[in-house]
């Protein structure tokens, strides 16, 4: 098999320099990579934030040509500027947001923008734009607005712009990054069709080892270097050793680790949920019901005060034009004090139209919005004084910071509460420790890491000590262990100050892990909330509204078909290790 791409003791250092033109840092990123891809393959890149990744893939396209060492794509230097365009002509590039990436204002525009830059005859831009928009399955949509799209349809549309192009290689750096689990599912399906349909090789940066589990070879970097390039079950076998560079595993084969811990014959190179449950039906049981505890919720809960509360809350956008569109539809929804809520939909569901209502960011059309106690629309009641009660954090809250230091930026909401110098600092410092960030504090925060600058607009917010605290997707983007650190200090910050927590994720498996609550949107309308134990039971219903569930519990489910029940509350790898070491022979505790 012919190799598309050559990498050769790849180096690579940012460079900084003066006005003069003189070099004041220099960052060395890349560590004598040498890599090589062969046409066809599809082929994953796992790391945490700041191995190199991203890096590397720029110089797949010469988006970046080296320090030294060399890159060849089908045998052109992607140093030599002369072969620039058929460089890139080969090798297509799709990057995490697709807002980033078009252009136009209709669908089929945007995928022929490029063709048309190549000088391709009109007639065959046609065939080329209605070939790509079927591939992602997007040819209905074709004269729609791309703004018009879900996140997961842009997305589809940005890698259709690729396609027109007629590459042999798409390289993608976390193109499902910020989609929900359908938007996932869409792309992937349309990665793999691209890639073992129509032959392209496919290139993919991702934090999630579900979609690494699907690809035929997968790379592992860290500090600028690969440390481990193996097909995915060798890979994912290494759990341990993944956990040291920051990474995660399948929950499946998390489990199974846990299991052989415990002294179960089972393979280490599982990696999907049916096979998972072939290998533990083929165990020796005890018996094929796992015994559990008393649910706790069947006890009656004591009630707490209500933290905010939605009465018939209708928002639409756009009123009044032929865009007019209902975002939230006569939503009622009490939150209690003290609890750490989960709120889930597909993109375009409502949850962020509805979050920020909380706060008065949006005015409802109709409807009322009650935060301790008032209607936060009265004449009465200064706005400005509910948002220092409601403290709303959004996505890539990063781009949220613009002070000189941390210390000044943590501390511009206490200052603008009017607060004196002493309790400013007070609560830079008590929110900076939240954080972990107190040795950043005279830090600049455009300097830090992203996960560092997430934790000092986290920390900003903090310092004005609200009450409730509403948290968008805090950890998009970020690796498993920046995302881990992240809302692992979020929960020891609810547990230790028992303020009440919102928390808007994609994720089903941090959702399950820190929220107690979960709270569904479905197309305007508050579908369910209630305890997360009983979202999660509602497998089926979720799937059918574009939600998921965590791989476990798809696990636990398909044991339940096979006769083996070890209980419909299996959402972490713990309690089903635990289910399952009681009923397999010899384990019982």
Same mark, same amino acid.
């Given at each position: 098999?012919?190799?598309?791409?050559?990498?050769?003791?790849?180096?690579?250092?940012?460079?900084?320099?003066?006005?003069?033109?003189?070099?004041?840092?220099?960052?060395?990123?890349?560590?004598?990579?040498?890599?090589?891809?062969?046409?066809?393959?599809?082929?994953?890149?796992?790391?945490?934030?700041?191995?190199?990744?991203?890096?590397?893939?720029?110089?797949?396209?010469?988006?970046?040509?080296?320090?030294?060492?060399?890159?060849?794509? *089908?045998?052109?230097?992607?140093?030599?500027?002369?072969?620039?365009?058929? $460089?890139?002509?080969?090798?297509?590039?799709?990057?995490?947001?697709?807002?980033?990436?078009?252009?136009?204002? !209709?669908?089929?525009?945007?995928?022929?923008?490029?063709?048309?830059?190549?000088?391709?005859?009109?007639?065959?831009?046609?065939?080329?734009?209605?070939?790509? *928009?079927?591939?992602?399955?997007?040819?209905?949509?074709?004269?729609?607005?791309?703004?018009?799209?879900?996140?997961?349809?842009?997305?589809?549309?940005?890698?259709?712009?690729?396609?027109?192009?007629?590459?042999?290689?798409?390289?993608?750096?976390?193109?499902?990054?910020?989609?929900?689990?359908?938007?996932?599912?869409?792309?992937?399906?349309?990665?793999?069709?691209?890639?073992?349909?129509?032959?392209?090789?496919?290139?993919?940066?991702?934090?999630?080892?579900?979609?690494?589990?699907?690809?035929?070879?997968?790379?592992?970097?860290?500090?600028?270097?690969?440390?481990?390039?193996?097909?995915?079950?060798?890979?994912?076998?290494?759990?341990?050793?993944?956990?040291?560079?920051?990474?995660?595993?399948?929950?499946?084969?998390?489990?199974?680790?846990?299991?052989?811990?415990?002294?179960?014959?089972?393979?280490?190179?599982?990696?999907?949920?049916?096979?998972?449950?072939?290998?533990?039906?083929? *165990?020796?049981?005890?018996?094929?019901?796992?015994?559990?505890?008393?649910?706790?919720?069947?006890?009656?809960?004591?009630?707490?005060?209500?933290?905010?509360?939605?009465?018939?809350?209708?928002?639409?956008?756009?009123?009044?034009?032929?865009?007019?569109?209902?975002?939230?539809?006569?939503?009622?929804?009490?939150?209690?004090?003290?609890?750490?809520?989960?709120?889930?939909?597909?993109?375009?569901?409502?949850?962020?139209?509805?979050?920020?209502?909380?706060?008065?960011?949006?005015?409802?059309?109709?409807?009322?919005? !009650?935060?301790?106690?008032?209607?936060?629309?009265?004449?009465?009641?200064? !706005?400005?004084?509910?948002?220092?009660?409601?403290?709303?954090?959004?996505?890539?809250?990063?781009?949220?910071?613009?002070?000189?230091?941390?210390?000044?930026?943590?501390?511009?909401?206490?200052?603008?509460?009017?607060?004196?110098?002493?309790?400013?600092?007070?609560?830079?410092?008590?929110?900076?420790?939240?954080?972990?960030?107190?040795?950043?504090?005279?830090?600049?925060?455009?300097?830090?890491?992203?996960?560092?600058?997430?934790?000092?607009?986290?920390?900003?917010?903090?310092?004005?000590?609200?009450?409730?605290?509403?948290?968008?997707?805090?950890?998009?983007?970020?690796?498993?262990?920046?995302?881990?650190?992240?809302?692992?200090?979020?929960?020891?910050?609810?547990?230790?100050?028992?303020?009440?927590?919102?928390?808007?994720?994609?994720?089903?498996?941090?959702?399950?892990?820190?929220?107690?609550?979960?709270?569904?949107?479905?197309?305007?309308?508050?579908?369910?909330?209630?305890?997360?134990?009983?979202?999660?039971?509602?497998?089926?219903?979720?799937?059918?509204?574009?939600?998921?569930?965590?791989?476990?519990?798809?696990?636990?489910?398909?044991?339940?078909?096979?006769?083996?029940?070890?209980?419909?509350?299996?959402?972490?790898?713990?309690?089903?290790?635990?289910?399952?070491?009681?009923? $397999?022979?010899?384990?019982?505790?």
């Amino acid at each position: 098999m012919n190799n598309i791409i050559e990498v050769e003791n790849l180096c690579f250092d940012y460079v900084a320099h003066d006005d003069d033109g003189s070099v004041t840092e220099r960052t060395e990123v890349l560590k004598n990579v040498s890599l090589s891809v062969p046409e066809g393959q599809f082929l994953a890149v796992l790391g945490h934030n700041g191995c190199g990744k991203s890096t590397l893939a720029k110089h797949f396209n010469a988006i970046l040509t080296p320090t030294s060492g060399k890159v060849t794509v *089908l045998g052109m230097d992607t140093s030599d500027e002369e072969r620039l365009f058929d $460089i890139r002509q080969n090798v297509g590039m799709v990057f995490q947001n697709p807002d980033n990436q078009l252009v136009a204002t !209709i669908v089929e525009e945007d995928v022929a923008f490029a063709p048309e830059n190549l000088g391709v005859p009109p007639e065959e831009i046609r065939r080329r734009v209605d070939d790509a *928009l079927k591939q992602v399955d997007m040819y209905e949509f074709r004269e729609q607005s791309p703004h018009q799209l879900s996140g997961g349809q842009k997305q589809r549309v940005a890698i259709a712009g690729i396609i027109a192009m007629q590459p042999r290689c798409i390289v993608m750096d976390e193109p499902t990054a910020m989609l929900d689990p359908k938007g996932r599912r869409e792309v992937m399906k349309t990665v793999k069709y691209l890639n073992k349909e129509k032959g392209i090789t496919v290139i993919l940066i991702t934090h999630y080892m579900d979609e690494a589990a699907q690809a035929d070879r997968v790379v592992v970097m860290d500090g600028g270097k690969i440390i481990m390039d193996d097909v995915p079950r060798k890979i994912f076998s290494q759990a341990d050793a993944l956990h040291a560079v920051g990474l995660d595993v399948p929950q499946v084969t998390e489990l199974c680790c846990m299991l052989r811990k415990n002294g179960v014959d089972i393979s280490p190179e599982i990696i999907f949920e049916q096979e998972c449950a072939e290998a533990i039906a083929k *165990l020796p049981l005890v018996t094929k019901t796992a015994p559990r505890a008393e649910r706790a919720d069947q006890a009656p809960k004591e009630k707490k005060d209500i933290a905010a509360q939605v009465k018939s809350l209708t928002y639409k956008y756009s009123v009044g034009t032929p865009f007019e569109k209902t975002a939230v539809d006569n939503v009622d929804l009490a939150i209690e004090r003290g609890e750490f809520v989960g709120i889930i939909g597909h993109t375009g569901s409502g949850k962020s139209t509805l979050i920020q209502h909380l706060n008065g960011l949006i005015r409802p059309t109709s409807g009322e919005v !009650i935060v301790d106690g008032v209607n936060i629309w009265d004449k009465k009641v200064s !706005i400005r004084d509910i948002r220092f009660k409601v403290g709303l954090v959004f996505q890539y809250s990063e781009h949220q910071l613009f002070e000189e230091t941390v210390a000044k930026d943590i501390a511009y909401g206490p200052k603008n509460m009017g607060l004196s110098d002493e309790e400013i600092q007070k609560r830079v410092r008590e929110a900076a420790q939240a954080m972990d960030i107190v040795h950043l504090l005279e830090r600049s925060p455009f300097e830090l890491s992203g996960g560092q600058q997430r934790r000092v607009a986290l920390a900003g917010v903090l310092a004005m000590e609200p009450q409730v605290l509403i948290l968008d997707e805090p950890a998009a983007g970020l690796d498993p262990k920046g995302r881990d650190k992240i809302l692992g200090q979020i929960k020891q910050y609810h547990e230790q100050s028992g303020r009440t927590i919102l928390l808007v994720s994609h994720s089903m498996e941090d959702i399950v892990k820190y929220a107690t609550k979960v709270l569904v949107m479905n197309k305007g309308k508050l579908f369910c909330y209630d305890d997360t134990d009983k979202v999660f039971e509602r497998t089926d219903e979720l799937a059918k509204i574009g939600l998921d569930v965590p791989q476990i519990t798809r696990m636990s489910h398909i044991l339940a078909e096979k006769g083996i029940d070890i209980g419909n509350d299996i959402y972490t790898t713990q309690r089903a290790a635990e289910r399952l070491l009681g009923i $397999i022979k010899g384990k019982n505790k």
